[in-house]
């Protein structure tokens, strides 16, 4: 699935963000890098961020620490409230990723993942190639 | 919506001479480049935080990837319990 220009946005899931974090020079930092600079909407539902705290925390980081890495990224944290609606609609199996999907489909827009759960996904290197142009 | 913030004269000045420097329209627009450059640093330093707590726990990042992912199949049965 591509990235559709006529709508900026895009969701992302909680690897996206463990992945960038390990590999600042990788692909999903380079995107991340692109929605501070204004160029793509990040969307990503609570349910991702509570995941992170949770996760961060099992690191023996502290909840002032993984709050500063969360202001690393502009990412439009989405209540439940928008998406909740929508879970019963998705076609994604695995219970922790039907908040991404569901907020997808609130936002019409595409999911960029890790995810092998997902079986449409944007392709990266086409929406990096995408930004860049 | 346009706001206004006091900053010293020479930090005005400064912020002249660099918009100048970088040929930006405004130094709005010269101030929006330095935040992304400043969150570019606080990101690397956040990186580098991030591997060192992973090395400490003497696992390697695909396995930090199994343990979260267990922690989020947790996360959603108390979100969307009927789910």
Redesign the interface.
């Known amino acids: 699935m591509n990235f559709s220009q006529t709508n900026n946005k895009i969701v992302i899931d909680?690897?996206i963000l463990?992945m960038?974090?390990?590999?600042?020079e990788g692909k999903c930092?380079k995107v991340l890098?692109k929605a501070?600079?204004?160029k793509i909407e990040i969307y990503a539902p609570d349910?991702v961020k509570?995941?992170i705290f949770?996760?961060?925390q099992?690191?023996?980081?502290s909840i002032r620490?993984i709050e500063?890495?969360l202001?690393?990224?502009e990412i439009n944290w989405t209540d439940?409230i928008i998406y909740e609606r929508f879970?019963?609609k998705v076609k994604v199996k695995h219970?922790?990723d039907?908040?991404v999907e569901a907020l997808a489909i609130a936002l019409d827009c595409e999911i960029l993942s890790a995810d092998k759960h997902f079986k449409e996904k944007i392709n990266i290197d086409k929406l990096l190639s995408s930004l860049d142009k | 919506m346009v706001k206004t913030i006091s900053i010293p004269e020479d930090l005005h000045k400064e912020l002249i001479r660099l918009k100048l420097d970088y040929g930006d329209k405004n130094v709005a627009d010269m101030i929006r480049k330095l935040i992304v450059f400043y969150k570019q640093q606080r990101f690397l330093e956040h990186s580098k935080k991030f591997r060192e707590a992973i090395k400490k726990q003497g696992i390697s990042f695909e396995e930090f990837l199994k343990r979260a992912e267990k922690i989020r199949e947790g996360v959603a049965d108390e979100l969307f319990p009927d789910k």
Request: charged share 35%.
């Open positions: 909680t690897n463990f960038a974090w390990y590999n600042p930092a890098e501070n600079e204004g349910s509570i995941k949770r996760i961060l099992e690191q023996r980081l620490e500063d890495f202001s690393d990224f439940k879970i019963d219970k922790p039907k908040p």
